[in-house]
């Protein structure tokens, strides 16, 4: 397997890439020509469908410069408890640990363990527990932050996290199953990370 290494490598450094990255799409959509024409000759009679992109507004292009604010939509399945809000920064908690993302951060996709999703605009720091999710950073400053369930931290009362956290614990340590173990472990982290939110 070894021997053949090196023609592998060869042919890698000499590849070109056939799609380009999504930071070289355009803002627009545009269909494939490729495909429109094959469809025509298939099925003429019958428009060819359309993909996602179609129906998706044009994003914003990359900016030449860096802007001074980075903008963060913070949506739940039941609600968007921020869209489009301009902020200074927002630090959020990756299960690679705390990111901090500030205007001009490199594209990112992370995935959110729970924990605290701060907020900073200026002076003011609004801070939310999430019990997980995915943020999406992209090129032009903005961030998109997609989460499970999120709480203002200031609503949170720790003793009743701290008695939940014994609970799960308790379960935790006499689950038989590995269903009963999961759920129970789940409890923990979430109680713990909550516990840590509110002491720490």
Request: charged letters at 20%; proline letters at 7%.
């Given at each position: ?32 020509s490729k495909f429109v024409e094959a469809w025509s000759k298939t099925i003429p009679n019958v428009e060819p469908p359309k993909t996602p992109s179609a129906f998706m507004a044009p994003r914003p292009a990359t900016p030449s410069s860096i802007p001074s604010k980075l903008t963060v939509n913070f949506v739940l399945p039941y609600s968007s408890e921020l869209s489009g ?116």
């Amino acid at each position: 397997m070894f021997r053949h290494g090196s023609r592998f490598l060869s042919k890698a450094t000499t590849m070109r890439w056939r799609r380009p990255f999504a930071t070289d799409l355009s803002a627009e959509y545009v269909a494939d020509s490729k495909f429109v024409e094959a469809w025509s000759k298939t099925i003429p009679n019958v428009e060819p469908p359309k993909t996602p992109s179609a129906f998706m507004a044009p994003r914003p292009a990359t900016p030449s410069s860096i802007p001074s604010k980075l903008t963060v939509n913070f949506v739940l399945p039941y609600s968007s408890e921020l869209s489009g809000k301009e902020v200074d920064m927002v630090i959020i908690p990756a299960t690679t640990g705390q990111m901090g993302v500030l205007p001009g951060h490199v594209a990112t996709i992370a995935e959110l363990k729970p924990g605290v999703l701060s907020v900073h605009e200026g002076n003011d720091v609004n801070k939310y527990f999430v019990s997980g999710g995915f943020a999406f950073v992209h090129a032009n400053s903005f961030a998109d932050i997609i989460a499970i369930e999120a709480v203002p931290l200031d609503r949170i009362d720790l003793n009743l996290v701290q008695k939940g956290l014994t609970e799960f614990t308790q379960k935790l340590s006499t689950a038989s199953t590995d269903v009963e173990k999961a759920e129970a472990q789940i409890g923990v982290d979430v109680h713990s990370a909550l516990n840590a939110a509110l002491t720490g």
